[in-house]
């Protein structure tokens, strides 16, 4: 094994002036890393075969003196690091060459990184993000104890080994689905990212290890089903509430976290003389505009003087997101729907039921919604039972009447 150190210069980056920038290029078992000298050189003041600036003034002299020095700094690194027994790879190398702290640990730097979302609460992440990343730096931690009796190790030894034995950790040891094992690799990688930021890594291991999310099939409701919790009795008041509410984001696509903080602010007249609701989704910052059918009209109207909302100004009184997914479930019984009933259904009822299969424009639905892409919209675009009956019904009618033509 052997270091080869080499300068290149990069025409490619030339500046408007013509002179380009020249780089250190450090090469070690395949792997390597490149640094800018800070040097720049016209193309012809630089001769490739002998790795050196042309000429005999003091400027050239002083660049072909330094690239000594950097040579000689490299090999003295790489001797350092041979002579103590134990492995190391070209990273270690950039990093001792660069002066930096080569000892970071990955835990070290999620603590950083779970540090950051901390103070962003609120503003940037939601507080389910950060208990999200905390699950994922836990399964980190039981690895590194379980399968490498260690409690933390160097953030330069993240490799491609290292992520595909915590992929079969957390598919073995907790029967991680795909997507779940790919939100924990998701947090990783942007850890990862944050090491090179910092200067601890210069490259991301997960350029290698490639993480696949599976497609999955998103629960929702049809009309008929909508109507049935609507139209049911219910005598429990916790229940009813808990279904005026979800009904009410069947019929406005809210998430649950949105739906809770929903004030008199947010309730506006329209331009068309109609209600609406406009809100800065918790999630994305992205701003929600629905103009208020008339079932979602109702169940606001029903709860307007509710005593529950007596000392807030919050528009429905909402139990926290644990209490609702648990009534959701006893009303699922109630009203005999087969479905995991959540209030993250409600909404993708809003997208698939009652607008996309009844012609409302995907981009119209993506801006209700609060999508800051379209491709997050086409997850939804699903062709429900009804749609496909009325659609071939449509196409029976039409042939019917060309069988009919052709006769006649």
Known sequence: MRVIVCFQLKKAKARLDGKCPLYLRCTMNGQRFEI??????????????????????????????????????????????????????????????????????????????????????????????????????????????????????????????????????????????????????????????????????????????????KDTNRDFLTLHEVNRIKEKKISILRLEIVRDIFVFACYTGLSYSDIAKLNNSHFQKGDD???????????????????????????????????????????????SNQKMNAYLKELADICGIQKNLTMHVARHTFATSVTLSNGVPIETVSKMLGHTSLKTTQIYVRIIDSKISNDMSQLQKKLHKESLEYVI
């Not at 779970?114 to 399964?139: P, V």
């Open 36 to 213: 800018s000298t800070g040097f720049f050189l016209d193309s012809d003041d630089w001769i490739e075969t002998a790795q050196q600036a042309k000429g005999k003034s003091e400027d050239v002299k002083v660049i072909n003196n330094r690239l000594d020095k950097i040579r000689t700094k490299i090999q003295d690194i790489y001797n350092q690091l041979e002579s103590l027994g134990e492995p190391f790879d070209v990273e270690l190398i950039r990093n001792r060459f660069l002066g930096k702290s080569s000892n970071k640990g990955l835990l070290e730097v999620f603590d950083d990184v779970l540090s950051n979302i901390e103070a962003r609460i609120g503003k940037d992440y939601a507080f389910a993000t950060l208990k999200q990343y905390r699950t994922t730096k836990n399964r980190l931690k039981e690895f590194l104890n379980l399968q490498k009796s260690a409690k933390d190790i160097a953030i330069t030894k993240i490799n491609y080994n290292f992520l595909n034995s915590f992929d079969v950790y957390l598919k073995k040891t907790y029967d991680s689905m795909p997507n779940t094992a790919w939100t924990y690799h998701k947090h990783m990688k942007k850890v990862l990212n944050v090491s090179i930021a910092m200067g601890y890594i210069s490259h991301n291991p997960y350029e290698s290890f490639k993480m696949t999310k």
């Open 273 to 319: 003389n109609n209600f609406w609701i406009i809100v800065d989704r918790t999630k994305t910052k992205s701003r929600c505009r629905i103009p208020l059918l008339s079932e979602a009209l109702e169940i606001l109207k029903k709860y307007e003087n509710h005593r529950l909302l007596s000392s807030s100004n919050r528009l429905l009184p909402v139990s």
